[in-house]
């Protein structure tokens, strides 16, 4: 199974900061790499999709890049609504796995 | 309007079989630009991939429950479905369906709200 490691994985910021949320896979899987947003209760929400594409209806200040192994979510200037849990996914190879997760918390 | 939603049991006895239905609004589940997931998520805990399936009936699944899963397809109804045998506690969890947009590479773009199936006597 292809590992996928994020980090940080909580930070507190404010409203306003960039903010910068980093995967790691266990091997190559450019550009296989979605992020996803869930918020608490609720059901995971695509934001990324291969590695740097914007999702429809997705705010512009979410950006994707990366490649090879690493990967990076981006959020130019943090709103309210964007506190909340980040995942990246692999869709490289089966079984597609998972990162444990970012919480984004208000400082 | 893609919608999906899961319905089943919220209770199950371990040793039992889990079941849970995926009934999807919107899109045809015969659709050859998709596959149809399944995802769990323990209480405060991150996601795992369960399995897929694709119109075919072509399926894969994890390898870590892969000897107890079956994901299955009802064009009729436009709906799918998740067997998992032999249950115990550790699969109490919010089990989620889910689209897997195809083609160059895959995604999970739509999502049902997830229902809770708790493991216990």
């Known amino acids: 199974d292809i590992q996928m490691t994020q980090s940080p994985s909580s930070l507190s910021a404010s409203v306003g900061d960039r903010v910068t949320i980093t995967c790691r896979a266990s091997?190559?899987?450019?550009?296989?790499l979605n992020w996803y947003q869930q918020k608490p209760g609720k059901a995971p929400n695509l934001l990324i999709y291969a590695a740097s594409s914007l999702q429809s209806g997705v705010p512009s200040r979410f950006s994707g890049s990366g490649s090879g192994t690493d990967f990076t979510l981006t959020i130019s200037s943090l709103q309210p609504e964007d506190f909340a849990t980040y995942y990246c996914q692999q869709t490289y190879s089966i079984p597609l796995t998972f990162g444990g997760g970012t919480k984004v918390e208000l400082k | 309007q893609v919608q999906l939603q899961e319905s089943g049991p919220g209770l199950v006895k371990p040793s039992q079989t889990l079941s849970l239905t995926c009934t999807v609004s919107?899109?045809?589940?015969?659709?050859?630009?998709?596959?149809w997931s399944w995802i769990r998520q323990p209480a405060g805990k991150g996601l795992e991939w369960i399995g897929r399936?694709?119109?075919?009936?072509?399926?894969s699944y994890n390898p870590s429950l892969e000897s107890r899963v079956t994901i299955s397809l009802d064009t009729s109804k436009n709906q799918f479905s998740l067997k998992l045998r032999s249950v115990t506690a550790a699969d109490t969890a919010v089990y989620y369906c889910a689209r897997d947009r195809w083609g160059d590479t895959s995604n999970l773009d739509y999502w049902g709200q997830g229902t809770l199936v708790t493991v216990s006597s």
């Open positions: 091997q190559s899987i450019s550009p296989y």
């Open positions: 399936i694709y119109t075919s009936g072509s399926s």
């Open positions: 919107g899109v045809s589940i015969s659709s050859d630009s998709y596959y």
